[in-house]
């Protein structure tokens, strides 16, 4: 059952996307632990060092550094057979205390107002604090100086620049970075590489020859592309988005995140959902509307649908129904039109799975150097072989064999190049405008393919959700 | 309805009736098993086959890995644990405050009393799930969120109309003539409460102690709303393994198994009662 | 015999009393309170006067789960212990006679144990495990069941039919426990006056009718105010069971979903309160009318 758990933990670091930008709508138990104390008054006695090139962030060699780490789907393997082994090797002097835990809140929360803090936390999982409101207490130590300095093992660039585009953005609160956010997802359409070699089928590049491929695969007896309605509708909401995307550039999802009037009638948008409505209406079953995502995936494990929207957690979810010689493989969505602003390689991918060092720790330069060594190449290696999580260091498992999708995964992110875009964020924003674009994307994909009515139906849940006051708005730029 | 010795009656005499209500007989409870024997077949398959496209309905390899998995989860032991603790302390404290409360109403008539009675009446109406905001708040000011403590009194209030209501009509049937006889004899108004009225109330205590524990043991909404992942009982543990973990389908079924003994032990134990402690209550209530 | 009689008042009612004074009544004064507010859950409660109130006029998701409740609460109820009637009767002088006894069908005793089953399952199984039985293609066992050749029925991928699901899992699960209620109501109805009726020349129909039926009514009544409970919540069915929870397109979104949701995942407690105002004069509304029929019941 654990198995399962890591998986599910994985899928929904989707939704951990909501504390990177520091604006979890945090429930029930949330209400528990919603203040964080104090922030002004300094720590006394922090631990300082000499800057020096073998020293860039001026620890102090000899002091301890305390580090919290999640104890949940991923794991605690990385932190205490590769990050901290490496870390020793670096400062032999400098101790380094562990934790590992299921309830960060619960843990770290009263040390953080207590002003007795560990130096570096990983803040995940259900019980995981609300970030933002640390940040904006002044517990978060600012990063800059972690990203500005040289890279652990990549001679001659900065940590920044060792970063897959967007990853420090990801974790800047008012342009100052806070937060690492590590682990990367990639999304796309997966598919069974094997299945498609097979039979010849190539990955379409263009819409066209997504149709027609589509119509061989029905032929061939394969439903084409397939998700499910039930439980997983938001990814489908995330092809359609992302093919939004591409065809206007992220601005698109920009002004949807930020309630712009027009931002769901946008041409972009509507284009979007005539060319994925045509999808649904022609290449789905009807009877996915009721399935469970679980259920869609084991079918695509069967080789009974070819193309399925996912993040790179996919292939480790299904690993136990995968057959042998079922290879996954991702492609990016698409082009829908000749027009499209983003080349047909542009793919969307996301950070996740918050690390901070702490400002009032008595060590926060050592929880830095540690996040140093995390953000380093060999350590994301480790980490990606570890937890079959991709990490925001760029090309890190470049050339290594460590799985089909996941190298897939990592092929597709290296020839998007610059054109690898984060995404929108209006899901974890609005929950309620979330829910609302499930059903209308159901109503589009099962229901005849109406792109007028799916726009105008999301344009009203928009701009209501806009004008009503009793809602907190946020706005990315 | 007697047959009588002249034939005059006829109910359920004719063959094809008998035939035909005996098969309805069969369907009926066929459907009404099925869930349960639904349950029993995914339990002991072994997990691929729980998770083949096609339904069995047989497992084809018999196997006790779902059960070993269940209870090798790390919070099922405690979740049970937890569970049990809770409604035992709901179902006792419902008995002994709701036992008092009929008595009040069934053998005093007082200012309020009608009042009382309608609040009982429409309490049970409520669909708690509106007072989850308030009474979280409430529990939270008093320090019992995450306590099996806080949990059990919630359930306590939601037990009592039922019990009330049930216990008032069983104790509104004993004759008050029995409690004056038994006060000429010498016996005080409260030996007459103890020796006299709650003997004769005992299918009514069995029959809501039934009903409580279901209710108690089955709930999940609140708990899950107070309490953190340590302190839930096994349906809410179960319920956060149906939809976290799709898949997991026969472990989950072995849960479901274990779950449901205490309840069926308990159900076993007093099924010959349980139907005159209902009825007894209803009709008179 | 009055004597004495207000310490004992007292001191019997004290705890109740106190009980429902702090977790009903203050409670839902605190939800009103809260329904006049724009909270989230967090932060400071800021008044917006009736805000909430006339934001879920103008709520279509709202007037629809209204509509499936007042569904819910029509249907349940008599599907239920009309089925439950029929089954208790066959029960109970389905099997013919024997020595001048009138018996149930073959194995009535056992039916009576199997028919409180779903009784003793968790919800939260019952959904899951019907959530099999409806599933939208082959693999679910209804379409299993079909014939090949026809396309899967959508179940509760329908939205002409997912709540018509629901509803059928709510009878399934109440429906033994009512037979068992009935049965014991009728066998406590003196055999006596089955044979004086049926000395009068009374038919089965009739008998049905004329005597069952009257003497029951009371148990009919708890009934139908227990499943008045149940309709009006559904929660946890809809909640498991339905696409996109109280999908497809909110065809079977019920109060106590909206309820749910807006106060645990879309934060808005204020909004949420005044769903919960709105419940609390339904159900009283249908307490009242409940107890205006059972009024004979010496209250």
Redesign the interface.
């Known amino acids: 059952?654990s198995e399962?758990?890591k998986s599910?933990l994985d899928r929904r670091s989707l939704l951990r996307r909501a504390a990177a930008v520091g604006l979890a709508?945090t429930?029930?138990?949330?209400?528990?632990s919603?203040c964080v104390g104090g922030g002004a008054e300094e720590t006394a006695n922090q631990a300082t060092g000499t800057k020096s090139a073998d020293n860039p962030l001026g620890i102090d060699p000899k002091k301890p550094v305390e580090i919290v780490i999640f104890d949940g789907g991923l794991g605690t393997k990385y932190a205490t057979d590769v990050d901290t082994p490496m870390y020793k090797k670096k400062w032999p002097e400098s101790e380094v205390k562990f934790t590992a835990t299921q309830?960060v809140s619960?843990i770290v929360q009263p040390r953080l107002n207590a002003g007795d803090a560990p130096d570096m936390i990983n803040n995940s999982g259900?019980?995981m604090m609300d970030f933002g409101a640390i940040v904006a207490a002044g517990q978060a130590q600012d990063l800059s100086e972690l990203f500005a300095a040289p890279s652990f093992d990549i001679p001659g660039k900065t940590v920044a620049q060792t970063l897959v585009p967007g990853a420090v953005e990801q974790g800047s609160y008012d342009g100052k970075p806070f937060a690492v956010n590590y682990s990367y997802t990639v999304f796309g359409l997966w598919y069974n590489a094997t299945l498609f070699e097979k039979n010849g089928w190539t990955v379409p590049a263009t819409w066209a020859d997504f149709t027609a491929l589509c119509d061989k695969i029905k032929a061939a007896g394969v439903v084409p592309f397939g998700y499910a309605?039930?439980?997983a509708?938001y990814y489908m909401v995330r092809a359609l988005l992302t093919s939004a995307g591409k065809i206007g550039t992220e601005q698109v999802l920009k002004d949807i995140d930020n309630l712009k009037p027009g931002a769901w009638t946008a041409p972009a948008v509507l284009e979007a959902a005539k060319a994925w409505g045509e999808i649904g209406t022609k290449y789905l079953?009807?009877?996915?509307?009721?399935?469970?995502?679980?259920?869609v995936q084991?079918?695509q494990n069967?080789d009974k649908i070819a193309f399925y929207p996912c993040g790179s957690w996919l292939e480790n979810e299904q690993a136990?129904?995968t057959p042998p010689g079922f290879k996954y493989a991702v492609a990016p969505y698409p082009s829908v039109t000749a027009s499209d602003k983003l080349p047909a390689t542009a793919i969307n991918a996301a950070a996740g799975e918050i690390y901070f060092a702490s400002s009032k720790g008595k060590n926060p330069r050592g929880g830095m150097e540690y996040l140093r060594v995390m953000l380093s190449k060999q350590a994301a290696l480790e980490f990606t072989k570890l937890t079959k999580s991709l990490t925001v260091v760029a090309g890190a498992s470049d050339g290594i064999e460590i799985s089909p999708g996941l190298n897939s995964a990592n092929d597709a992110i290296t020839k998007a190049g610059k054109d690898v875009f984060m995404g929108y964020l209006f899901d974890t924003w609005y929950?309620?405008l979330h829910?609302e674009s499930?059903?209308a994307v159901?109503?589009l994909m099962?229901n005849g393919g109406d792109a007028q009515k799916f726009c105008d139906r999301m344009e009203t849940a928009a701009q209501a959700l806009a004008k009503?006051?009793?809602?907190?708005k946020q706005t990315r730029s | 309805m007697a047959r009588h010795d002249e034939g005059v009656v006829t109910v359920g005499r004719s063959r094809v009736g008998t035939f035909f209500a005996n098969s309805t007989g069969i369907v009926f409870g066929l459907v009404m098993l099925f869930p349960v024997y639904w349950v029993l077949n995914t339990a002991f398959k072994p997990?691929k086959e729980v998770?083949s496209?096609t339904p069995t309905f047989w497992p084809h390899e018999f196997t006790l890995d779902n059960f070993r998995?269940?209870l090798g989860?790390e919070l099922f032991i405690p979740s049970m644990i937890n569970g049990l603790i809770i409604t035992a302390l709901a179902v006792a404290a419902a008995l002994v405050v709701g036992f008092l409360a009929a008595l009040a109403i069934a053998r005093f008539s007082f200012y309020g009393r009608r009042a009382i009675i309608l609040v009982v009446l429409a309490v049970q109406l409520v669909p708690f799930l509106a007072l989850l905001i308030p009474l979280?708040l409430m529990l939270?000011g008093a320090g019992l969120?995450?306590t099996l403590v806080g949990v059990a009194l919630v359930y306590l209030v939601l037990l009592l109309p039922y019990t009330v209501w049930t216990l008032r009509g069983f104790i509104s049937g004993i004759p008050r003539e029995l409690d004056e006889a038994a006060m000429i004899d010498g016996c005080t108004r409260a030996q007459v409460f103890w020796r006299i009225i709650l003997p004769l109330t005992g299918p009514g205590l069995v029959a809501t102690s039934v009903y409580g524990f279901i209710q108690a043991w089955n709930e999940f909404i609140i708990i899950?709303?107070l309490n953190?992942?340590k302190n839930q009982n096994l349906m809410a543990w179960l319920l956060y393994?149906q939809t976290?973990?799709?898949?997991?389908w026969g472990?989950l079924m072995a849960g479901a198994i274990i779950t449901s003994i205490p309840v069926v032990i308990f159900f076993l134990i007093i099924q010959r009662n349980i139907a005159t402690g209902l009825t007894a209550g209803a009709v008179k209530g | 015999m009055r004597h004495g009689k207000y310490p004992f008042i007292i001191g019997f009612l004290a705890v109740p009393v106190a009980l429902y004074a702090t977790f009903v009544v203050a409670a839902y004064v605190q939800t009103f309170q809260l329904s006049l507010t724009?909270w989230?859950?967090?932060?400071v409660i800021k008044y917006?006067g009736f805000?909430n109130f006339v934001?879920l006029w103008e709520d279509e998701l709202f007037w629809k789960s209204l509509r499936h409740n007042a569904y819910l609460l029509f249907l349940l109820p008599i599907l239920t212990i009309a089925l439950a009637l029929v089954f208790a009767f066959l029960l109970n002088v389905g099997g013919g006679t024997k020595g001048g006894v009138t018996r149930g069908v073959w194995g009535s005793k056992f039916y009576r144990v199997i028919f409180f089953f779903p009784q003793l399952m968790a919800l939260a199984i019952v959904a899951v495990i019907f959530g099999r039985v409806?599933?939208?293609?082959k693999?679910g066992m209804l379409n299993g069941l079909f014939p090949d050749s026809w396309s899967?029925w959508?179940?509760?991928?329908d939205e002409r039919w997912a709540l018509t699901c629901i509803l059928a899992v709510l009878v399934w699960q109440a429906v033994g426990f009512y037979v068992v209620l009935f049965s014991a109501g009728m066998g406590s109805i003196g055999e006596e006056i089955y044979e004086a009726a049926a000395l009068d020349g009374a038919t089965r129909v009739t008998l049905f009718f004329r005597i069952t039926l009257p003497l029951l009514w009371n148990t009919i009544q708890t009934g139908w105010v227990y499943l008045g409970i149940a309709a009006f919540d559904a929660f946890a069915l809809v909640n498991i069971m339905?696409?996109?929870r109280g999908?497809?397109?909110?065809a079977t979104s019920v109060l106590a979903m909206m309820i749910y949701?807006n106060t645990?995942?879309?934060?808005?407690v204020?909004?949420a309160s005044a769903l919960g105002v709105v419940l609390f004069f339904l159900t009283l509304t249908f307490a009242a009318l409940t107890l205006r029929v059972t009024r004979r019941d010496a209250v």
């Open positions: 059952m399962i758990t599910e709508a429930p029930a138990v949330g209400m528990l919603a309830e619960t259900a019980k309605g039930s439980n509708a079953e009807k009877s996915f509307l009721g399935l469970k995502h679980t259920e084991l079918r069967q136990k129904d929950k309620k829910d499930l059903s159901n109503d099962f009503d006051s009793s809602v907190k | 997990d998770r496209f998995s269940a989860e979280f939270q969120t995450n899950n709303t953190d992942p393994n976290e973990r799709g898949t997991a472990p | 724009s989230s859950g967090f932060g917006v805000d934001k409806f599933s939208s293609d693999s899967p959508l179940f509760l991928a339905t696409v996109d999908g497809p397109d909110g949701r645990f995942e879309y934060s808005q204020g909004y």
